[in-house]
């Protein structure tokens, strides 16, 4: 029912009760709960399983105040046995493995080292620490395991040894041989190392990757953040002249983004036209494959070409709506007039999101830090490893008495290694549902501090509408008084709609999860299910986040319930279903516009810059391995930033909007029941929206 005129209403309504007490108890226990998950996890956890490689005992290669603080470096006793399937099942190879001060730096075997006292001494450092040189045979220490049967020259790789392998002449050679002695009297070909290593490698070259990428940061950080501080400083001025000339920015806006794509398009066909002819330019993107070095792409004509026909889409998009939407545009430009006035009155509006900011940045990082730490919160796992058949191959073990174990009588050749970090008691058990919990919770409070940022935005911008004279009418601290009235009052109320997002957000990753599983499967009809399924959420999650956001602006100003705000917001919206479909849209396109203008610029600027074409500066620029490492990280926090300030107008223009509807059923324009809104927003919003 529509609401009816009422002369007492002037706005968010200030005596007012608690909503959602239940949900906000709720709230309450699952934050406790979450607390003990991350005292749980740190209790157990160790990050250290991620840093620092784990020799065979289980112990942490370069760990301060440890045996192995001195020895940063992992080292295998026979990398060929890395090829074995084991690696890629166990992802740890079935042979012995040390922690080193240094890798070897020569061919040499223990048979021959063991000859002299020199060369014992050297051979030494890659034993296992019990090992003496006394008291055995070279042939009884070699079969007790106790040191490698022969050194090769190794190059560590993310703080493991690998064998120094290169190529010469097309000739792979590890130091200047191309075979060498196995300790056991064969000669061996590299290539069985170059085999071994690459499967050894196979769980590491993720973390290369990182750490490359982490090295890039370190050389970059600051260009980042200067980055980062003009995209804020562009955004910034940007927002203050929408205030002052919001028409003439709209289509100053408008023109910029044609002409950003416009060049983008010019520099994809130059780009394109001069790798013509240039050897190698002419291979396919699915001949190449996947590469870690992006730079690669870009020596390549169908990278360009592809660039240039995504931005041409792109354009004539945006021509296309720009033609239909014309009127439509005048329209939204008079509700974003409207919305930059009420900004001007409270300018500290523009800084709210960065309290949101820091809420959400609270979220991810104890979400992050409790996930690592529950991920390395199981027990060291020793497994038997067997060069023979062996009956108890793939067993646990106990490494202090297996020595004298039944496995190692019956397997003489067998090992007990550390294999991985597991555990059977019933919290290891419980950690993936603790997992499952932990992601929960991070999307229930970003949520809700996202509904906190707009709950708190929309009270502000409805006690500017509802002013009879603004801004003389406008309360003191309205931004200040809308935020204590959500926290004190409506906290349930926005932990119910945020619980019920995250709930749909959950099943989404789930989804995905079984959509991953299920790559490999032939069953079509699970496959078309799944696709369905995820479509079906994906809309779901759209609208529960347009209900939300309206839901939240009437919990601002009637203090009403999260259901009952949710069902009049709804039947508001669709007793203005015209109106709606004009305006929402068309705001939130100039709105992407003006966020795309903004980081199209800035990382058009990064490009340039990291990529060395700006002479001026050509030397400053650092040295990187991959240059698009610091780009992307400036084009998304470009992104994140001006999504930001823009956010705050898409609250302003929504609560002005959602008001507007109340205010035309509340009041007719008479003098006795005169209209809240400003007579040119009257005028327009009246008459256009409605052609």
Same mark, same amino acid.
């Given at each position: 029912t529509p609401h009816k005129f009422d002369p007492t209403f002037k706005g968010p309504i200030y005596d007012r009760g608690c909503t959602d007490i239940a949900c906000c108890i709720l709230l309450l226990l699952a934050i406790a709960g979450?607390?003990?998950?991350?005292?749980?996890?740190?209790?157990?956890?160790?990050?250290?399983?991620? @840093?620092?490689?784990?020799?065979?005992?289980?112990?942490?290669?370069?760990?301060?105040?440890?045996?192995n603080e001195g020895k940063p470096f992992l080292f295998y006793f026979d990398i060929v046995k890395c090829a074995s399937p084991l690696v890629l099942l166990e992802f740890q190879c079935p042979t012995t493995q040390i922690c080193v001060s240094e890798c070897p730096d020569r061919f040499q075997t223990f048979l021959d080292a063991s000859s002299s &006292?020199?060369?014992?001494?050297?051979?030494?450092?890659?034993?296992?620490?019990?090992?003496?040189?006394?008291?055995?045979?070279?042939?009884?220490?070699?079969?007790?395991?106790?040191?490698?049967?022969?050194?090769?020259?190794?190059?560590?790789?993310?703080?493991?040894?690998?064998?120094?392998?290169h190529a010469k002449k097309g000739v792979i050679m590890v130091g200047n041989e191309t075979t060498y002695n196995d300790g056991r009297g064969q000669q061996r070909n590299v290539t069985d190392l170059l085999?071994? %290593?690459?499967?050894?490698?196979?769980?590491?070259?993720?973390?290369?990757?990182?750490?490359?990428?982490?090295?890039?940061?370190?050389?970059?950080?600051?260009?980042?953040?200067?980055?980062?501080?003009?995209?804020?400083?562009?955004?910034?001025?940007?927002?203050?002249?929408?205030?002052? +000339?919001?028409g003439t920015m709209v289509w100053v806006m408008i023109v910029m983004v044609i002409l950003v794509l416009g060049y983008g398009i010019f520099h994809c066909y130059l780009?394109?036209?001069?790798?013509?002819?240039?050897?190698?330019?002419? #291979?396919?993107?699915?001949?190449l494959g996947f590469q870690t070095d992006l730079r690669v792409y870009?020596?390549?004509?169908?990278? $360009? +070409?592809?660039?240039?026909? #995504?931005?041409?889409?792109?354009?004539?998009? @945006?021509?296309?709506?720009?033609?239909?939407?014309?009127?439509?545009?005048?329209?939204?430009?008079?509700?974003?007039?409207?919305?930059?006035?009420?900004?001007?009155?409270?300018?500290? &509006?523009?800084?709210?999101?960065?309290?949101?900011?820091?809420?959400?940045?609270?979220?991810i990082a104890y979400w992050a830090s409790t996930a690592v730490f529950l991920s390395t919160s199981n027990e060291a796992v020793y497994k038997v490893f067997n060069e023979s058949a062996c009956p108890f191959a793939g067993q646990t073990c106990t490494p202090e008495t297996f020595p004298t174990s039944n496995t190692s009588l019956q397997c003489p050749d067998?090992?007990?290694?550390? %294999?991985?970090?597991?555990?059977?008691?019933?919290?290891?058990?419980?950690?993936?549902?603790?997992?499952? =919990?932990? +992601?929960?919770?991070?999307?229930?409070?970003?949520?809700?501090?996202? %509904?906190?940022?707009?709950?708190?935005?929309?009270?502000?911008?409805a006690s500017y509408y509802w002013a009879l004279r603004k801004p003389q009418d406008i309360p003191a601290f309205p931004l200040f008084s809308s935020f204590g009235r959500a926290l004190r009052y409506h906290t349930g109320s926005l932990a119910f709609g945020s619980l019920i997002l995250a709930v749909v957000q959950v099943i989404r990753v789930m989804l995905e999860y079984l959509d991953h599983r299920l790559k490999a499967a032939e069953n079509k009809v699970a496959k078309f299910l799944l696709s369905c399924l995820k479509c079906c959420f994906w809309c779901l999650e759209k609208f529960l986040k347009f209900l939300n956001r309206n839901a939240y602006i009437m919990i601002a100003i009637y203090g009403t319930n999260f259901c009952t705000s949710a069902r009049n917001a709804f039947l508001l919206l669709m007793r203005n279903i015209i109106r709606v479909a004009v305006l929402d849209k068309v705001t939130d396109f100039l709105f992407?516009?003006?966020?795309?203008?903004?980081?199209?610029?800035?990382? @058009? +600027?990064?490009?340039?810059?990291?990529?060395?074409?700006?002479?001026?500066?050509?030397?400053?620029?650092? &040295?990187?391995? =991959?240059? $698009?490492?610091p780009i992307l990280t400036v084009i998304v926090g470009s992104y994140l930033i001006a999504h930001g300030f823009f956010s705050v107008y898409g609250m302003c223009v929504d609560t002005l909007f959602l008001c507007f509807c109340e205010d035309l059923e509340r009041n007719d324009g008479s003098r006795d029941r005169p209209f809240l809104m400003s007579p040119e927003l009257s005028r327009i919003l009246l008459k256009g929206s409605l052609e």
């Open positions: 979450y607390v003990a998950v991350g005292i749980l996890a740190w209790s157990y956890g160790d990050p250290r399983k991620v @840093i620092y490689p784990t020799d065979s005992r289980g112990q942490f290669c370069g760990q301060q105040g440890t045996p &006292s020199q060369g014992l001494e050297y051979y030494r450092r890659f034993c296992v620490p019990e090992f003496t040189g006394r008291q055995k045979t070279p042939i009884q220490v070699l079969k007790d395991k106790e040191c490698p049967a022969v050194l090769i020259p190794s190059t560590p790789l993310a703080r493991r040894c690998f064998p120094a392998i085999e071994g %290593a690459k499967k050894a490698n196979v769980v590491l070259e993720a973390r290369q990757l990182a750490m490359k990428i982490f090295e890039d940061y370190t050389v970059s950080w600051y260009w980042i953040i200067i980055g980062l501080v003009i995209a804020m400083v562009a955004s910034l001025v940007f927002i203050v002249l929408l205030r002052f +000339l919001a780009e394109y036209a001069k790798l013509k002819g240039e050897k190698g330019s002419d #291979i396919s993107l699915q001949d870009l020596h390549l004509r169908q990278t $360009w +070409l592809a660039f240039m026909i #995504i931005l041409s889409i792109l354009e004539v998009l @945006i021509l296309l709506l720009l033609l239909f939407l014309r009127k439509r545009i005048l329209i939204a430009i008079a509700l974003i007039r409207e919305a930059s006035r009420a900004i001007g009155h409270m300018m500290t &509006s523009l800084l709210f999101p960065l309290c949101t900011f820091f809420l959400l940045c609270l979220c067998s090992r007990c290694l550390f %294999a991985s970090y597991g555990g059977q008691c019933r919290y290891h058990r419980s950690l993936p549902a603790l997992q499952l =919990y932990n +992601l929960f919770m991070l999307f229930w409070l970003c949520n809700l501090s996202i %509904a906190l940022g707009q709950v708190t935005l929309a009270g502000a911008f992407f516009l003006g966020k795309l203008l903004i980081v199209g610029s800035v990382g @058009i +600027l990064a490009f340039f810059f990291f990529t060395h074409r700006i002479k001026l500066v050509q030397d400053t620029a650092p &040295s990187l391995n =991959y240059y $698009w490492v």
